[in-house]
């Protein structure tokens, strides 16, 4: 079993054009993930001088090539949660956030003609208990009822099992808008875009120090040398450069949370249609939870909170261990299947689960995507380019109070109580 990501593993890496690291530019992005690449390649189409920061040694090594590959809508939280605190507008808005955000990635994928599998088939979440069943009944209601997605279903049990090879679910309620991808071949494709339209990518620059020369100009420290910008986004969350986050004012009101994956040897195409004939993305109802879907070369990918623990090569064998049980429960007739691969990765955790942008002593940023970050880190990418260049109201989170976690300063030592809470919860449901 490799200790590696699927989709990093199995893509070619992006190799950057060489240069030398630019004393001026218009913007400084940095962080070579999904948003930050995104960034970049709309600034380039603005016409801006545009220099992609990445600490690592490849683009897109961190969340957003360590996920599952779903590219889902529909909120973290509940709609109807969401709305009874910010009202039903705002609430509506963020959910339509989450629709724009898949669409984006239709478009760019379509537009760039990246080769990464992209499907949109759609999102179940299953019901493991009755209760779980009513509560997505009255989810699919409201959000109905007013107007916020009316292309939402719920699926009985027998419906559910004719296209899932499982006896667990009582049924589950089908998004059709969500969509899967291969995150390492888009991740390719998406800095080739970036790149053709202009931008620099650098790669093993680490950004050391942000120095404030006035107003939004910056100098931004690296071992490579200095940078100078009249405007900078930092696109980096839960990073693992730099400590947890790379920057204190955005590592107080980030957890890094880490989330496990494990993927199937190829199970062979008859084999994988009977799993999961709809071959959609799939997750389950609960605090810790699994989340599963089919490759294009027939493997399963399973993913789970295994762990309250932050990724690392013991912690992520230890939670493939976690996640081979979770399989073997939910698909027993897989046998002793063999696994090819296992990961973690940090999900950029904040306290209402919901994503946070602006702007902040001259620095822009976008992150804690909260585990629903494929999607919305590419139209993110884009937003923030387009609020740079002088729309704040293209980002549709723009204006939101973001306090402090009270206590989190360093790394998440809270994490293995918060896990026992939630199993706690999860069992008495």
């Known amino acids: 079993m490799k200790l590696d990501s699927y989709w990093t593993d199995s893509a070619t890496p992006f190799v950057p054009a060489p240069h030398a690291l630019p004393?001026?530019?218009?913007?400084?992005?940095?962080?070579?993930?999904?948003?930050?690449?995104?960034?970049?390649?709309?600034?380039?189409?603005?016409g801006a001088r545009v220099a992609v920061l990445e600490a690592g040694d490849r683009v897109a090594a961190e969340a957003s090539g360590r996920n599952g590959g779903h590219v889902n809508n529909g909120l973290a939280v509940d709609y109807a949660a969401v709305a009874a605190r910010v009202g039903q507008e705002q609430a509506r808005a963020w959910y339509h956030a989450f629709d724009d955000a898949v669409d984006s990635v239709a478009r760019i994928v379509r537009d760039e003609a990246i080769d990464c599998d992209f499907l949109r088939h759609?999102?179940?979440?299953?019901?493991?208990?009755?209760?779980?069943?009513?509560?997505?009944?009255?989810?699919a209601e409201r959000l109905v009822a007013d107007g916020v997605d009316t292309d939402v279903d719920i699926l009985e049990a027998a419906q559910v099992r004719a296209e899932v090879q499982s006896d667990r679910f009582q049924g589950g309620l089908l998004y059709k808008r969500s969509a899967q991808?291969?995150?390492?071949?888009?991740?390719?494709?998406?800095?080739?875009?970036?790149?053709?339209?202009?931008?620099?990518?650098?790669?093993?620059?680490?950004v050391q120090r942000i120095e404030r020369?006035?107003?939004?100009?910056?100098?931004?420290?690296?071992?490579?040398?200095?940078?100078?910008?009249?405007?900078?986004?930092?696109?980096?969350?839960?990073s693992r450069h730099g400590?947890?986050?790379?920057?204190?004012?955005?590592?107080?009101?980030?957890?890094p949370i880490g989330s496990f994956i494990v993927v199937t040897e190829p199970l062979g195409a008859e084999r994988a249609q009977a799993l999961l004939a709809?071959?959609?993305?799939?997750?389950?109802?609960?605090?810790?939870?699994h989340y599963f879907r089919l490759t294009a070369d027939h493997r399963l990918v399973f993913g789970g909170r295994a762990?309250?623990?932050?990724?690392?090569?013991?912690?992520?064998?230890?939670?493939?261990?976690?996640?081979?049980?979770?399989?073997?429960?939910t698909f027993p007739q897989l046998g002793p299947v063999r696994l090819d691969y296992c990961w973690g990765g940090l999900v950029d955790m904040t306290q209402d689960r919901l994503p946070h942008a602006g702007e902040r002593d001259g620095l822009f940023y976008s992150t804690g995507y909260s585990g629903h970050g494929t999607q919305m880190s590419v139209h993110m990418g884009e937003r923030m380019a387009a609020a740079m260049a002088g729309d704040p109201a293209a980002n549709p989170w723009h204006g939101r109070d973001w306090p402090a976690i009270p206590g989190h300063v360093g790394p998440p030592w809270f994490l293995p109580a918060i896990g026992l809470y939630y199993r706690l919860k999860d069992r008495l449901a």
């Open 243 to 255: 400590g947890y986050g790379s920057f204190g004012w955005l590592r107080r009101r980030i957890v």
């Open 307 to 329: 762990r309250f623990a932050v990724s690392s090569p013991q912690q992520d064998a230890a939670s493939g261990e976690v996640l081979r049980a979770g399989l073997a429960e």
């Open 23 to 46: 004393a001026q530019v218009d913007v400084a992005v940095v962080g070579g993930g999904f948003t930050g690449l995104s960034a970049a390649r709309a600034l380039a189409l603005r």
């Open 278 to 289: 709809a071959r959609r993305t799939y997750v389950t109802v609960a605090n810790i939870h």
């Open 122 to 139: 759609g999102k179940l979440k299953l019901a493991t208990r009755g209760h779980h069943l009513e509560a997505l009944r009255r989810s």
């Open 213 to 238: 020369v006035r107003g939004p100009v910056h100098r931004l420290h690296t071992a490579r040398g200095t940078v100078q910008a009249d405007q900078v986004l930092l696109a980096t969350g839960a």
């Open 181 to 206: 991808m291969h995150m390492g071949r888009f991740a390719q494709g998406l800095a080739a875009a970036a790149e053709r339209r202009g931008a620099q990518i650098h790669t093993g620059t680490a």
